[in-house]
């Protein structure tokens, strides 16, 4: 399989050439073609039609950015070999392969406490074995292990490729235009300082654009709470349907899916059966989607009832507030559902749903976002800045919710 020079036609970016075979014949493989059916934003498309795009944009946009980010820093006299060029556009390509269907939605009731980016390492050490060793570079970036750490920062870190291409994507496919940021100029911008990425100063404005742009992305798209609403539903929907497989009663569902109703699968179980991790490689969003096309004639009502729900886009009724709401008034409400659909204690439970949500633009006690001064000092963007919304925007912010099926 040769790579020929293949352009991808990516609407955000334009023309993005594979650089080289190996990129070429990784993109090509099955475990990276599934995420074309794995949306980006999951259920926000309920809210935003156009948020149909994919993990697989999302991760070429990506590498094309991380190929920008390399041209730069080298043209900066920042010494990155072939080998690192190389090994960095891997790691970044490879950073969401872990994802399952509807991407973070259903990360914790699929699997027991098993987060996307463990899955991703076994993905990339099954594919490195795979390549012969040619990942080798790239899984010690992808994992933190590399001496020069600034490749790490790169690929995860505050201010990282992943973020610069999905807030541009996400903004794009939504149309929400307040989170666009210029990632060419903030790309352009950055810079190595004592083995750490850092902004130069006159890039200063474009990353508190960019800080300002996440946290409203957060409230508009990400954390909207009619997806919010969407998303405890599907999760319910998923407990409800291993609930009942583990109790004995037939689930429908493809093999895939069927193989993680039965059994409450943990991070050790991939790593003793490597077949999991090939079933997982099945798994997308349409397993969930046709599956709800089956359970909705389930005789579960719950079962039948969300997927209907869900389906015909009927999602539950939801509020979002600073303040927790009041216990007597959720056990009413509970009780007017549970008196409209029939439902015993057991079931309520799946008919309802509660939680808490928090956005964090900026994390100032996490790995911190490094301006370069005139001088050559390197201060955090909250010392660095003249705006007080910046320093403000490194507060926590959480908010409760509470949602319902109507009952009117």
């Known amino acids: 399989m040769t790579n020929k020079n293949k352009i991808i036609n990516d609407p955000v970016y334009g023309f993005i050439t594979i650089p080289n075979d190996l990129i070429f014949e990784i993109i090509e493989h099955p475990f990276f073609q599934r995420l074309r059916q794995i949306k980006q934003l999951g259920l926000t498309s309920l809210i935003y039609p156009g948020a149909l795009h994919t993990r697989f944009h999302h991760a070429i946009g990506s590498m094309y950015l991380m190929q920008q980010a390399l041209y730069s820093l080298r043209s900066k006299k920042v010494e990155i070999s072939d080998d690192e060029f190389e ?11 872990g994802h399952g269907p509807f991407s973070h939605t259903l990360e914790f009731n699929l699997l027991n406490n098993v987060t996307h980016e463990k899955i991703s390492v076994l993905f990339f050490e099954r594919l490195n074995k795979e ?3 040619a990942l080798t570079t790239a899984l010690q970036i992808f994992t933190n292990q590399y001496p020069r750490k600034f490749f790490y920062q790169l690929v995860s870190s505050q201010l990282d490729i992943d973020r610069l291409d999905y807030l541009k994507r996400d903004s794009y496919f939504t149309g929400v235009s307040e989170g666009h940021i210029g990632s060419e100029r903030i790309i352009n911008m950055l810079n190595v300082h004592d083995d750490e990425i850092v ?13 300002s742009a996440r946290r409203l992305m957060y409230w508009q798209v990400y954390l909207h709470k009619t997806a919010v609403s969407g998303e405890e539903m599907l999760i319910k929907l998923i407990t409800r349907a291993k609930h009942l497989t583990q109790k004995g009663i037939e689930v429908q569902a493809t093999p895939a899916l069927k193989m993680l109703l039965e059994r409450n699968i943990e991070l050790k179980h991939f790593k003793e059966d ?3 991790l090939d079933l997982f490689a099945l798994l997308d ?11 909705r004639e389930h005789k579960d009502t719950v079962l039948s009832g969300l997927s209907t729900k869900l389906l015909e886009r009927k999602i539950f009724k939801i509020i979002l507030a600073s303040e927790k709401p009041l216990d007597e008034w959720v056990e009413t409400l509970k009780s007017k559902v549970q008196k409209k659909y029939l439902l015993n204690d057991e079931e309520l439970e799946f008919y309802t749903g509660s939680g ?3 956005n964090s633009a900026y994390i100032s006690s996490g790995q911190k976002i490094k301006i370069l001064t005139k001088k050559g000092l390197v201060l955090d963007i909250v010392k660095a800045t003249d705006l007080p919304n910046i320093k403000a925007m490194s507060k926590i912010v959480t908010k409760h919710f509470f949602c319902w099926p109507e009952v009117d």
């Not at 969003?285 to 359970?295: L, R, T, V």
């Open 274 to 276: 490597p077949e999991i």
């Open 131 to 133: 390549f012969n060793g």
């Open 285 to 295: 969003d349409s397993d969930i989607w046709g599956s709800m096309k089956f359970w």
């Open 356 to 358: 808490q949500i928090s």
């Open 199 to 211: 902004v130069e100063e006159k890039g200063i404005y474009s990353i508190e654009n960019f800080l």
């Open 87 to 97: 090994a960095c556009l891997i790691a970044i390509l490879l950073h969401d392969i």
